[in-house]
């Protein structure tokens, strides 16, 4: 036998000796090289994704001189978008080649993340990597982000808990009693940091400021981490399935949210992935001590196991160590971007904004096409003003407004005619997040029919126990969970009953959002029946309260008034309509979005007692743990892309279910036709159902405008924002001016052809003021007929092929989006700014009451005290 052998041979029965896997090779002495980032091989992944690799190997040290290297890990890791972030938007990590973890936690977020074994870490730190950027700029762990203490410090109680000190490639002073902080505070700063004869680490959080947490107990934390913040740990400590891949969707902060970190347009900022291979480790001593032991301890879960119960792991091979030099040196550091801040326009331009108000359906769009406008001397202070459309189109039509987007006709109030110019293609998701059981992640494809929804809508679970009293539904389902045309059509799922699993989250308040919802509920022959009064064929009967309400509808009333008969003390003092509770609708779909965000349903069930009062209070129920969500919600496709979240399937016809794409979305505005020259196009969902292949949440948001008695410098700027909108506004991108996710970008060719052609028409008859008088053609009488102007212009053509892209669900196969043409646009040169929040202004936020108690008496003088005015069926 060779010496090296022999060397080998020895060494096996030593690691075997302590409970470890043999090592691949027998290598030199080791190197502590310094701990840098930059990968092997790095590319880009398009023009806003990263993708770089690197070969990260655990190696043990021995007293003569020698290393043992564990097998080499190939690692890629990706992620999809890092440029032109804004606030709480998700990005998607994914890696492949890293060691398998074991001991899956419940909940792999902040400090619930800590019970595992070969993790991947991926948190957001301020600084970059690189030779060339100065030290006060670099990312460090001092500079990334976590939630707890517990992710940061660590006090052992005996010498095998301090594995840290072990570390070979950390530095002296990292391996002294005390480490992390010098001077290391003392008893009066930090009483718990250091204490005799425990080894203390601490690893400061430093604040875009400058000041130092010490993050030595709660107290010295910065302020976004305390107890009960305003959002929950968005860190991860992230499994790695047993075939060496994984994949989480971070939501990454911006100033806004977390002030302490400071991610801005100007600071730039990393989001730093560390798969965890095991600390690497000094010679032992002789004999071993504890410490050397611990060390080079392997891990006790199996790859693929779970920890649900929170069990001791091997600190060797958990996540809590990240920063030490073994972990932090195996980085992957992702730069990344952020948009300009929400106030960008009210700062860099002094003019008063010119307000659009309407859709919530195009803000995502609005807040990457304002800074466009201010930024750009030639134009205006462009500002959507978001409301339910039609308070907008009220607005709009009493002159309170120069324009309203909205995505149906209305009924004018006044003699003047109106111009639809189609501005932007989108719909809304049903988003959902739901878990698989047994902690097996979140569900990738949700399928629902129009029946189910109508369920939802109307009521008809029962919730839980306090349902089963209400008369005529006492032998409904509890929840959607519990419903067998739910299990069929999504096998495998939990069938635990959760209350939030017996609603839709959606909107209190008039919307074109809820037309077009319960117009798709209207044309479902099943979902009418039930509706009607049919019970379905398992025999669930549709809430009483709700038989043959109208449908469709731009507004869901609550109609149900059963109060449940308990002895619960809490109920008693608190009565209450129960199934307002379920439901408690919201104003803004981005609520909707934000509570899908944080899995926190807006169900109002939670009693619980108010020590100052003793009184019993109902409130909203707590956020969902980890592995056990399910909520479902009415939003925006904007809003679903921008915050990473899942889109259902809607049932077309028998069979067949479509999620949203361009290929869906483009096949619905090949369906919709346009009754007479500027109006809207409509898309009749009896059509959908023939197609099969067309999304049925797919809906175009229009620019609506008065023709006639517009004053001359507002109409030019409504003419300007349509045909900017419908030009260089349709490029797809994350940046200033460009058109984000959750679109179909209108192009002058193929199947939104004719969406472009009835743009421009309208922006010419804007900009003209000169249509005729109301009553000239049909539908275009005075008041209280269709807001459509009667002149003559384009009709539109017929669409080609539909234009390619981005896939707004993240879940769709890319093969569904066909290539398509690049868009043609205006020559404006525009500044180069990335995507920012929506905008405000002192000014605008003065004017909004006013002109909202405009629009209020002009639709009070028409139509008797309601002040919103009902789409035309």
């Known amino acids: 036998m060779s010496a090296r052998r022999a060397l080998a041979a020895l060494a096996a029965l030593g690691i075997a000796a302590l409970g470890l896997a043999v090592p691949a090779e027998v290598a030199g002495p080791a190197q502590a090289a310094p701990a840098q980032a930059a990968p092997a091989r790095a590319a880009a992944e398009g023009d806003d994704g990263y993708r770089a690799t690197r070969e990260l190997t655990r190696v043990f040290a021995n007293a003569d001189g020698t290393t043992y290297s564990f097998p080499t890990y190939r690692v890629t890791v990706t992620a999809d978008k890092t440029e032109n972030l804004r606030g709480r938007q998700r990005i998607r990590i994914s890696w492949k080649g890293a060691q398998p973890s074991g001991g899956r936690a419940s909940n792999p977020y902040g400090e619930n993340g800590l019970a595992q074994e070969y993790p991947v870490v991926v948190l957001q730190c301020r600084g970059v990597d690189g030779a060339s950027v100065p030290v006060a700029k670099r990312v460090r762990p001092e500079t990334c982000w976590t939630a707890s203490v517990a992710q940061r410090s660590q006090v052992s109680r005996s010498e095998g808990e301090a594995t840290w000190r072990h570390d070979l490639y950390a530095d002296d002073a990292a ?85 302490s970190l400071g991610c801005n347009h100007r600071v730039a900022c990393s989001v730093v992935v560390i798969p965890i291979v095991g600390l690497s480790c000094d010679a032992p001593s002789q004999p071993p001590t504890a410490g050397d032991q611990a060390c080079r301890k392997g891990g006790r879960f199996a790859p693929g196991s779970s920890n649900f119960s929170g069990e001791g792991i091997d600190q060797a091979v958990g996540p809590a160590l990240w920063w030490s030099e073994s972990n932090w040196r195996n ?45 750009a001397e030639d134009r205006f202070k462009f500002q959507l003003n978001q409301m339910s459309d039609e308070a907008g189109f009220a607005l709009m039509s009493s002159g309170g407004g120069v324009a309203a987007a909205v995505s149906s006709e209305h009924e004018r109030r006044g003699s003047d005619p109106v111009g639809y110019a189609p501005t932007a293609v989108t719909g809304f998701s049903i988003a959902y997040v739901v878990d698989e059981p047994d902690n097996g992640g979140e569900r990738t494809r949700l399928r629902l029919n129009a029946r189910l929804l109508a369920k939802l809508l109307t009521q008809s679970y029962l919730g ?25 059509l999504n096998p495998g799922l939990s069938t635990t009953t959760q209350e939030a699993g017996a609603t839709l989250l959606s909107l209190s308040e008039s919307s074109d959002v809820v037309e077009q919802l319960t117009a798709y509920i209207a044309a479902d022959p099943d979902a009418r029946a039930f509706v009607s009064g049919k019970a379905d064929p398992w025999g669930m009967k549709v809430n009483p309260e709700y038989e043959d309400i109208e449908l469709p509808r731009s507004e869901w009333p609550l109609l149900d008034t059963y109060v449940p008969a308990t002895e619960n003390t809490c109920r008693k003092e608190n009565p209450a309509v129960y199934f307002t509770q379920l439901a408690a609708p919201v104003t803004a779909l981005r609520k909707i979005s934000e509570a899908l965000l944080d899995a926190w349903p807006n169900v109002q069930t939670r009693c619980e007692l108010d020590a100052s009062t003793q009184q019993y209070k109902l409130g909203r129920v707590d956020r969902q743990s980890f592995g056990s969500r399910f909520l479902l919600g009415v939003t925006s496709l904007g809003d679903a892309a921008r915050y990473g979240l899942r889109s259902a399937a809607l049932q077309t016809r028998p069979g067949t279910y479509v999620a949203p794409s361009d290929a869906s979305l483009g096949a619905a505005v090949r369906l919709a036709r346009q009754e007479r020259p500027r109006a809207p196009f409509v898309l009749d969902q009896a059509d959908v159902r023939k197609a099969g292949s067309a999304y049925p949440g797919t809906m175009v948001v229009y620019t609506a405008a008065r023709l006639r008695n517009l004053p001359k410098a507002d109409a030019a700027k409504v003419a300007q924002f349509i045909r900017v909108s419908t030009t260089e506004g349709q490029r797809r991108g994350s940046g200033n001016g460009e058109l984000p996710e959750g679109f179909l970008p209108i192009r002058r060719t193929g199947v939104t052809a004719k969406l472009f052609a009835s743009a421009q028409d309208v922006a010419d008859a804007v900009a003209a003021q000169r249509a005729p008088a109301g009553g000239d053609g049909p539908g275009g009488g005075g008041p209280g007929g ?88």
């Open 786 to 873: 269709p807001g459509g102007d009667t002149s003559g212009g384009p009709a539109g053509g017929s669409g080609g092929g539909v234009p390619g892209g981005d896939v707004p669900s993240a879940e769709l196969p890319a093969e569904e989006a066909a290539p398509g043409a690049d868009v043609e646009a205006q020559p404006t040169a525009v500044p180069a700014m990335p995507g920012t929040e929506p905008v405000s202004s002192r000014l605008g936020g003065g004017l909004l009451p006013a002109l909202v108690l405009v629009g209020l008496l002009a639709v009070a003088g028409a139509g008797g005290l309601r002040f919103f005015v009902r789409v035309p069926r």
């Open 464 to 488: 839980s126990d306090l349902g089963r009293g209400h008369p005529g539904m006492a032998g409904n389902p509890l929840a959607i969970m519990n419903d067998p045309e739910f299990q069929e």
């Open 175 to 259: 391996k002294q009693r005390t480490s992390g902080v010098t001077p290391f505070p003392g008893a009066q700063e930090c009483p718990t940091a250091d204490i005799e004869p425990y080894a203390t680490r601490l690893t400061p959080f430093v604040a875009r400021g400058g000041r130092t947490h010490l993050a030595c107990d709660a107290a010295h934390m910065a302020p976004e981490a305390a107890v009960g913040a305003a959002f929950p740990p968005a860190e991860i400590a992230a499994f790695t399935e047993a075939n060496g891949t994984g994949s989480v969707q971070l939501e990454v902060r911006s100033e806004t949210e977390n002030e």
């Open 331 to 375: 980085r992957f550091t992702i730069p990344i971007t952020f948009g300009l801040p929400p106030d960008t326009c009210d700062i860099r331009d002094p003019r008063p904004p010119t307000g659009f108000y309407g859709s919530e359906l195009l803000a995502q769009a609005a807040t990457q096409w304002a800074p466009a406008y201010c930024l």
